[in-house]
């Protein structure tokens, strides 16, 4: 008795055959961060963290735009912690409003207002760790109906979308970076929020800084219009 054949596959199939192994095996290769957005920061405030308005990145350096993302806060007396390790390079008031700002590697600076700060300048902070409490006060609300936390991300006179070192935006072009040469996409958001208009950047006026450290001349974006008999409100960055 014969054993039974085994039908083999014909010669004109195997060229398809092999293709298909090694797409399947390419695509069992790739990283997972090819798949999702590669986080290189930080939540710097408790779960859940809505984001109430997206990065518009200005036209042009004193052009309307939102330098940063709102990030909705629940609860009284929020800690906002650092997004990653860093030197604290600026923590005190602008123009009434607590401001604090951390110097990170390669010089990307992260900046989160209104906060109280309780870091001195030139502290160096681990990822995580309290920078101060957000400040609640009408008067000095970032957001005009909710309670949120504004957080910047700026690389030398370049302000980035923090979506993209949250993860929220897919693999992060931001990181490595490869110097000064290099200029990474920034704009777009994964969750937008709702409309408002834009704003308006001025400079700085004399003395409108009070805090352990001088601040660099430059805009604080603000997601609401301006309260009747209030300037424009100037953006600590470092």
Not at 66 to 93: K, Y
Not at 107 to 133: D, I, K, N
Not at 165 to 179: E, I, K, M, T
């Amino acid at each position: 008795m014969s054993a039974p054949s085994v039908p083999c596959p014909s010669v004109r199939s195997l060229p398809a055959l092999l293709m298909c192994c090694m797409a399947l095996a390419a695509l069992l290769a790739l990283p997972a961060s090819a798949h999702a957005g590669e986080a290189r920061w930080q939540w710097p405030v408790p779960a859940p963290h809505p984001v109430l308005r997206a990065f518009e990145e200005p036209e042009h350096p004193y052009g309307p735009g939102h330098r940063g993302i709102d990030i909705g806060v629940t609860g009284e007396g929020a800690q906002v912690r650092a997004v990653e390790a860093g030197t604290v390079r600026f923590s005190g008031t602008v123009a009434g409003r607590g401001v604090v700002s951390v110097t990170h590697a390669d010089g990307l600076l992260s900046t989160y207002e209104p906060v109280s700060g309780t870091v001195e300048v030139g502290t160096a902070v681990l990822a995580g760790e309290v920078l101060g409490t957000l400040e609640q006060r009408s008067e000095l609300a970032h957001c005009a109906e909710e309670t949120c936390l504004h957080l910047g991300a700026r690389r030398g006179k370049d302000y980035l979308d923090p979506q993209l070192l949250l993860g929220l935006r897919g693999p992060s072009v931001l990181l490595p970076w490869d110097g000064p040469g290099e200029r990474a996409p920034r704009t777009g958001a994964a969750r937008p929020g709702p409309s408002a208009p834009g704003e308006a950047v001025r400079a700085p006026a004399p003395g409108a800084a009070a805090g352990s450290a001088a601040p660099e001349a430059s805009a604080l974006p603000r997601s609401h219009p301006m309260r009747p008999g209030r300037g424009a409100l100037i953006a600590l960055v470092g």
